[in-house]
Structure formats: structure tokens, C-alpha cells
Nanobody, 123 residues
């Protein structure tokens, strides 16, 4: 089982990026998928979730109305579209999968993790 996060990079404030979380060895539709991020010298923070088998989503207040989580079942990939990026969004972003039907914000509930992709928002 492997989750592969990608799509990070350097972007100017106000810009956009789309992160991808591709899975092998498991079907993402059967798992609740969350994105977390960890800024330098800060704790890992939950930011978004997509419930398994449905389109139910949740977002942290810090990213609500700017980020959108979605799934492409055919590609077995979950995306995080990030718009209106701010310098405080700078962090390593991780996707994680949990065999649960609800959004859980505690990372200890997630059995599978991607390796992280770095997003830097700077002018």
C-alpha cells in the first residue's frame, strides 16, 4: 500500500496549486482521505477531508472557501485544489487514508500516509 503526494512547489501569494494523492494497493473510494500540513517548527494540522464512498467534505476554517478536496475514482487519486494561497499556507502537505466513514482530525486515526509535498508561498 502506498500513497504518493505530489504537486507542491513555489507559488506567489494569491496563486494556486493542485496537489495530488495517488494510491496503489488500495482503493481510495473505500477510505476517508484527509490532507494535513505541517509548517516549519509547528505541529501537524488537519486541513481537509473527503469521506469515503460519498462526496461529503470538511475543511479547517483556515482554508475554507479557498481549498477544495475532490476524488477521481478512475485514477484512484484525491486532489487538493488550493487557491488564493497565502504565505501562512507554506508547509509540507500530507495525504492520509483511514478506513472510517467520518472525517477525523486526529492523525493517529489514519493508517496510511503519503510522503509529503512541500508548498512554499512567497513573493
Amino acid at each position: 500500500v502506498q500513497l504518493q503526494a505530489s504537486g507542491g512547489g513555489l507559488v506567489q501569494p494569491g496563486g494556486s496549486l493542485r496537489l495530488s494523492c495517488a494510491a496503489s494497493g488500495l482503493t481510495l473510494r473505500s477510505y476517508t482521505i484527509s490532507w494535513f500540513h505541517q509548517a516549519p517548527e509547528k505541529e501537524r494540522e488537519w486541513i481537509s477531508c473527503l469521506r469515503r464512498t460519498s462526496t461529503g467534505t470538511e475543511y479547517a476554517d483556515s482554508v475554507k472557501d479557498r481549498f477544495t478536496i475532490s476524488r477521481d475514482g478512475a485514477k484512484n487519486t484525491v486532489y487538493l485544489q488550493m487557491n488564493s494561497l497565502k504565505p501562512e499556507d507554506t508547509a509540507v502537505y500530507y495525504c492520509a487514508a483511514a478506513a472510517r466513514g467520518i472525517c477525523l482530525r486526529d492523525g493517529s486515526n489514519y493508517a496510511y500516509w503519503g510522503q509529503g509535498t512541500l508548498v512554499t508561498v512567497s513573493s
